[in-house]
């Protein structure tokens, strides 16, 4: 399975508020539609430990089976009608784009809130 992540920051203009709606309400109801991603994750970033603003305002990954998948789905129409929605709430220059392949080395754990590596109180 391959991963493309996308690093990106949101466009100056926009607030926080202004641009998590407008990635939710506008943006990933046309990424859902780009052919053969089998799953799509968003992380809107909350906090950076080491420096006052993250370098970042949000990440996006999606999952494809196989290379061949994920080069139909960057050559697709509906892939090119994200890029261009990208820019309308995306700072210019701002995406970092990545492929990898996952290697998971922690099982999930299920639940419970608290995993084996975990050294708090599960809130």
Do not use: C
């Not at 920051?9 to 780009?34: N, T």
């Not at 990898?100 to 590596?117: A, I, K, M, R």
Request: hydrophobic share 35%.
């Amino acid at each position: 399975m391959l991963k493309l992540t996308l690093l990106f920051r949101r466009a100056p203009e926009l607030s926080r508020d202004e641009f998590l709606a407008y990635w939710r309400d506008v943006h990933i109801p046309l990424v859902k539609q780009v052919p053969n991603i089998v799953r799509y994750t968003v992380s809107p970033v909350v906090d950076s430990p080491d420096t006052e603003r993250p370098a970042f305002d949000g990440m996006a990954e999606l999952y494809f089976r196989s290379r061949d998948d994920l080069d139909v789905a960057l050559a697709s129409p509906e892939t090119a009608a994200t890029a261009r929605d990208g820019r309308r709430f995306l700072e210019r220059g701002s995406i970092v784009r990545i492929v990898t392949e996952e290697e998971q080395v922690l099982p999930e754990v299920s639940g419970t809130s608290e995993s084996p590596h975990h050294h708090g109180r599960a809130r």
